[in-house]
């Protein structure tokens, strides 16, 4: 059985694009491997959220990871920061990381913008972290999405970066996952932007704990065009905004985009949007429904969390005592 690690940063609430490009597809991937579900709080600290934030998103995402239909008894779902192989594989690797492979990442410089120099240290190494969450759990596959391709090439790249210095082939290489059902879903207000947390617009994303009164409000103020709903996405190639609403009801109701557009083939956008309201909610309430339970008795969450940081460390640390010897530190 292959074994598959993704996680999800605990930066802010949780959208619709976490939902539809990373966790629905991760729930259908529980009987095919054996997963780790992480909440990456290491990659998070680079944003510096406030600790009040960070242990609150934290608990949101493992309630969300739970309610949307995660399994504990079949899944490890865990923090990144109460496994230190991480950290400690992080720096192994590191020392076998060119500056040039990471200079050439791009999310380090969307993100960094134009205050390269004032970016911490942690968001230029992030795709190190990312290859050493993967790599301490010799993960054979890894779900990614467009944005995380580099990272993973990078991943593989130091791997084999590992196996070459010494002569041994102790890493496989991860393989991309990518995933038919995963959906690119776009900002509400700009379809040529991807749904964030980090948006400043709370107009731009649906959020996991937005209440159907608070949906149906956002779908109806979401950016479209005058024109109705035509046939076919090929002749709405120029209307991004409406593209990212069918596509979102498409992937709701898993039918394919161009399915969607027949059914609303001349439809009105009022119209179209009130039956897109009606099946996110549809979708998502009881997921809202079932996180509010969950995050009510934040002492279970917590235990949750705790069963698969052990689950986690177990595997870690056997993995690191094999890597430490292929280094030749001495085992004291
Ligand atoms: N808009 C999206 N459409 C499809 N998939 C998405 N993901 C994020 N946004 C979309 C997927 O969610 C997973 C976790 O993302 P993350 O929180 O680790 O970081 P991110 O990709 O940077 O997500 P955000 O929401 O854009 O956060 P910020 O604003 O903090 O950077 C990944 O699998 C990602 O592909």
Redesign the pocket.
Known sequence: MGRIF???????D?????Y????RNWVKLQDQYKNLFCL?DL??LT?LPNPQDMTKWTREVAAAYIAAGIDSAKSIIFSQSAVPAHSELAWILSCLTPLGWLNRMT?FKE?AGKHREKANLGLYAYPVLMAADILIYRATHV??????KQHLELARDIAGAFNRQYGKDYFELPEPLILKT??????LRDGTS??????PSDYS?LHFMDDPDTIALKIRKAKTDPDPITGTPQTMENRPEALNLLGIYAALSDITLEEACRIFEGASFSAFKKSLADQIISIMDPIRQEMLALLKDPGNLDRILQKGAEEANTLASQHLREIKEIIGFLRT
């Open positions: 993704s996680g999800i940063q605990p930066t802010g949780l959208h619709l694009g976490n539809l490009g990373a966790i990456v990659h998070a944003t999310q993100k779900p990614v999405g467009e944005d995380q995963a959906a690119r879903v776009m900002s991807k749904m964030s947390k980090s948006d994303r």
